[in-house]
Nanobody, 126 residues
Framework: QVQLVESQGGSVQAGGSLRLSCAAS????????LAWFRQAQGKEREWVSH???????SYADSVKGRFTISNANAKNTLYLQMNSLKPDDTAMYYC????????????????????WGQGTQVTVSS
């Protein structure tokens, strides 16, 4: 059984940095694509970034150049380094795992991911 557990998020002032982590267990071939999504209050969940099995990555335009996704420990830990944070980055952040083809698109889709963490709140104040 795939389980994803995010680390505690936090509050930071604009321009600051945070690193989120997600501990993954039970990963199989059905969970080769790892991603971060976020959902701001009153808005739909949106894709932030994903990482493929070959280590290549993709980012939403809104975070490109500021956020970095990575994984370690044979994929068991997924990270999201967030720099130059903006108030618009305030949201609940979720890590997700899906089949390898979920990572083959430029912008990953919520519906393609079957495994989700519980979410962690990130708040950026101006």
């Amino acid at each position: 059984q795939v389980q994803l557990v995010e680390s505690q998020g936090g509050s930071v002032q604009a321009g600051g940095s945070l690193r989120l982590s997600c501990a993954a267990s039970g990963l199989t071939y059905s969970s080769d694509c790892l991603a971060w999504f976020r959902q701001a209050q009153g808005k739909e969940r949106e894709w932030v970034s994903h990482i493929r099995t070959d280590g290549s990555t993709s980012y939403a335009d809104s975070v490109k150049g500021r956020f970095t996704i990575s994984n370690a420990n044979a994929k068991n830990t997924l990270y999201l380094q967030m720099n130059s944070l903006k108030p618009d980055d305030t949201a609940m952040y979720y890590c997700a795992a899906g089949p390898f083809w979920a990572c083959t698109v430029v912008a990953a889709r919520v519906a393609d991911f079957g495994y989700w963490g519980q979410g962690t709140q990130v708040t950026v104040s101006s």
